[in-house]
């Protein structure tokens, strides 16, 4: 005959809750497992990200400092303060770029690089002109 062990509801019960226990410990394992690396994967990008930054904006404050400098360089007040000045009409502030545009008596202003001259145009003298070429035989 054949004889069959019959479990008692209780031993089922017991065993199927073992079964649910460890199913649930290895689920909350895996979950952790996958959390901790999600967060490692996390971490890793920002420094990426962190770095790309970083190099991004040392990048572009050396092209500022670049173009700051080629400013600076080309500057009026740094023309000036090698020793040149800007000449203006006194009236109405408009550059003066020839003798030729102002007579005696004429009004002018004079910045330099520490300041600003007012003065009264006593005479202009033109600028002597260059011989002219001898014609070739």
């Not at 970083?54 to 020793?83: F, I, K, N, T």
């Amino acid at each position: 005959a054949l004889h069959l062990e019959a479990r008692s509801p209780r031993r089922l019960l017991e065993g199927t809750e073992e079964r649910l226990r460890r199913a649930t410990d290895d689920l909350h394992d895996g979950m952790r497992r996958r959390l901790e690396d999600l967060a490692a994967e996390a971490a890793d990008a920002q420094a990426e990200m962190d770095a790309s930054v970083h190099d991004r904006l040392e990048a572009l404050e050396q092209r500022l400092a670049l173009g700051a400098e080629g400013l600076d360089a080309r500057s009026p007040l740094r023309v000036l303060a090698r020793g040149y000045a800007v000449v203006s009409r006194g009236e109405d502030g408009r550059p003066v770029r020839s003798a030729a545009e102002v007579g005696p008596d004429d009004r002018l202003r004079v910045r330099l690089a520490d300041g600003e001259l007012r003065v009264r145009v006593e005479e202009t003298v033109p600028e002597p002109q260059a011989p002219p070429e001898p014609l070739a035989p």
